[in-house]
C-alpha cells in the first residue's frame, strides 16, 4: 500500500463524525430535527444522515465495489433522534472500516466513479477517500453553523 495509512485515515473520518454527533447531543432529541429558518437549510440529523450517505457512496461503491442503494434526496429529509443518529453513524463507521479492508491508495478504484461531467476524475482510492474527508469536514462546519443557528446564537 503506498500513501496515509489505513488508521490515519480512519482518525481523520471519525473526528468530524464524532464532532458533529457531539454537536447534535448540544440540541438533544427535540431541536436535532430542526432546520434553520433560512432557505434550502438542513437540520442536523439531515446533515449528518447526508454525511453517512457520501461515506456508503463513495466507500461503499467506489472504494470496495459493493452495489449500494441511496436515496440522496431522502437523506436531507432525514428526521430522528439522537440515539437513531448515533446508531447510523456507528453502523455506517462500522461499514466503512470494512470498506476500506483492501484499500491500496494508489490503486483504481473498483466501483463507478459517481463525478459530474467536468469534474476531476478519481484516478485513485486514496484520491476518493480524501474527497470523502473533505466533505465530512465541510459538512461538520454546516453542523456547527446550524446548530447556532437553532439555539439562536
Not at 42 to 51: D, E, K, L, P
Not at 64 to 89: H, K, P, S, W
Request: glycine share 10%; hydrophobic share 40%; with cysteine.
Amino acid at each position: 500500500m503506498s500513501g496515509v495509512d489505513v488508521e490515519t485515515l480512519r482518525w481523520y473520518v471519525d473526528t468530524p463524525l464524532r464532532l458533529m454527533l457531539h454537536r447534535a447531543r448540544l440540541l438533544g432529541d427535540e431541536l436535532v430535527s430542526v432546520a434553520p429558518d433560512l432557505p434550502g437549510a438542513n437540520s442536523v440529523f439531515a446533515i449528518v444522515t447526508h454525511c453517512c450517505g457520501v461515506m456508503e457512496r463513495w466507500g461503499g461503491e467506489t472504494i470496495a465495489g459493493r452495489q449500494i442503494r441511496r436515496d440522496r434526496a431522502a437523506e436531507f429529509n432525514a428526521m430522528g433522534t439522537i440515539d437513531q443518529l448515533e446508531a447510523l453513524v456507528a453502523a455506517q463507521r462500522r461499514r466503512w472500516v470494512d470498506d476500506l479492508a483492501d484499500y491500496d491508495a494508489g490503486a483504481a478504484p473498483r466501483g463507478p466513479d459517481g463525478w459530474e461531467e467536468g469534474d476531476p476524475e478519481p484516478t485513485t482510492q486514496g484520491f476518493v477517500v480524501l474527497h470523502v474527508i473533505e466533505e465530512l469536514y465541510q459538512h461538520l462546519g454546516h453542523v456547527d453553523l446550524t446548530v447556532d443557528l437553532v439555539l439562536g446564537r
